[in-house]
């Protein structure tokens, strides 16, 4: 589980200080799928990156179970991400002189996974595991990052718009691929979203508006990717 309380994050100094995060409040149940949905500039993004350990909130406490990484020093932030968090993001930051294999089990080498080839067959990509990602589709490479974040056997998998730069078809293949695994693997999912038909994938939806937290809601049933609207 994990539980923010009363977080805030501004940029900038002085007279410039732009307030991005304004007091947020929230809990994410352990194996669920909580959507994170809003418009551009709402805080979004830096909510995820705050709650992911990305960045650090300027105050407020973020606990998982009874860790509060608020409170962690750099290294030892940076090695709790490293043994309970995956990212995947809207650009795939894929090496392009490394093969699907060795994208893929760079994430898997953090974790000691020498299984990952399964990840890579799970997303459909068994047979270009030697392909280059300039050899490969901008759907086949969001898979890879998939995979290379899933290799890392995380708790929790953040999304940061990842279907944002895919067109309808790949789109709705990759949110396929990450539910199907998260009910194998049982991992947390918080996504970011500006798209409200993909928020009904969710379990639970915080809706940001100008760096609050304006809403959450629950749904009542969690929609397949073949069964929302795009």
Known sequence: ??????????????????????GISLTIEEGGFAVILGASGSGKSTLLNTIS???RPDSGRILYDTTDITALSDPALTEFRRANVGFIFQQYYLLPNLSVDKNVKMGADLAGNREYP??????????????????????????VSVARALAKRPK???????TGALDEETGRQVLDYVCRLQKEYGFTIVMVTHNQNIAEMGDTVIRMNSGKVSG???????????????
């Open 1 to 22: 589980m994990i539980k923010v309380r009363d977080i805030t994050k501004s940029y900038g100094s002085g007279e410039s200080r732009f307030p991005v995060l304004k």
């Open 53 to 55: 350990g990305l960045e």
């Open 118 to 143: 399964a990840v890579i067959e799970a997303v459909g990509l068994g047979e270009k595991r030697h392909k280059y990602p300039g050899e490969l589709s901008g759907g086949e490479q969001q898979r």
């Open 156 to 162: 929790i998998l953040f999304m940061d718009e990842p």
């Open 216 to 230: 959450i809601y629950t749904n009542e049933r969690r929609k397949n990717a073949y069964e929302i609207g795009w």
